[in-house]
């Protein structure tokens, strides 16, 4: 499930509830691995008190379903769950959960860094920081994607 | 028809819109349009192109009815 939302969630409680809803993962699943990024309240050696994240929403949701697709086909992933913020968002909050679950966690660990470099590397998201003055800055490129960062 | 044209992030600061129309013309490309909406401006090094919500690159051709979008490198996650 693919999920891009302006309204605060709880990842923790977002988990629970999705795989005691997902009876499919009953008994099949031998991995999960999940990755929650989170608003820090500094950047590049500055305070920052918020952020406004902004999306192309049409693409976003196309460029995401892909990442996922090509995801479950490469690792053979049992489900994937995939939220993302956009709007104004403050240091604490969670700005991106993945999640996918599988029969070994090598796949596991695979498919979860791919969708996030993936995701970090072309899904058309755009963070500006509010910084403590209230000066405003456009955050720079984030990554070249999973196989440039692949270990 | 036309081709529908849309800004985002600083794209949209530098243009000073969010989206604009340009009148088809057969073999316009990326570039083109870019050049015939915002005559007053030379593009930005490392804006990306999508037509109809696929990355392209500048050359690439347009189609009349198509959505061309320009926006800078992304940083989501």
């Known amino acids: 499930m693919i999920n891009i939302t302006e309204n605060a969630f709880n990842p923790y409680q977002v988990l629970q509830q999705y795989q005691t809803e997902q009876t499919h993962l009953q008994a099949k699943q031998g991995a999960a691995s999940i990755f929650i990024g989170t608003m820090r309240d500094f950047n590049d ?15 976003t949701e ?6 996922v697709e090509e995801a479950t086909e490469k690792w053979d992933l049992l ?9 104004d968002v403050y240091p604490d909050d969670s700005l991106v959960l993945v999640a996918v679950w599988t029969v070994h966690r090598g796949a596991a660990f695979d498919a979860s860094r791919f969708i996030m470099e993936e995701l970090k ?8 920081e509010i910084l403590i003055d209230n ?15 692949k270990l | 028809m036309s ?24 073999e316009m490309t990326a570039q083109t349009i870019w ?30 009815g198509d959505e061309v979008a320009f926006f800078p490198p992304v940083t989501g996650g």
């Open chain 1, 45 to 59: 050696g500055v305070d920052v008190k918020g952020m406004t994240l902004e999306h192309y929403p049409e693409m």
């Open chain 1, 62 to 67: 196309m460029q995401l379903a892909a990442v």
């Open chain 1, 79 to 87: 489900d994937a769950l995939v939220i993302h913020r956009v709007g």
């Open chain 1, 121 to 128: 590397s072309r899904v058309p998201f755009w963070k500006q």
């Open chain 1, 135 to 149: 000066s405003k800055r456009w955050v720079g490129k984030n990554t070249d994607g999973y196989q440039a960062n």
């Open chain 2, 3 to 26: 081709i529908k044209v849309r800004y985002f992030a600083s794209l949209k600061e530098f243009t000073g819109r969010e989206q604009d129309e340009c009148p088809y013309q057969p």
């Open chain 2, 35 to 64: 050049d015939f909406v915002v005559p007053e401006k030379k593009i930005p090094l490392n804006t990306l192109v999508a037509i109809n919500m696929q990355y392209e690159n500048l050359e690439a051709t347009v189609a009349d």
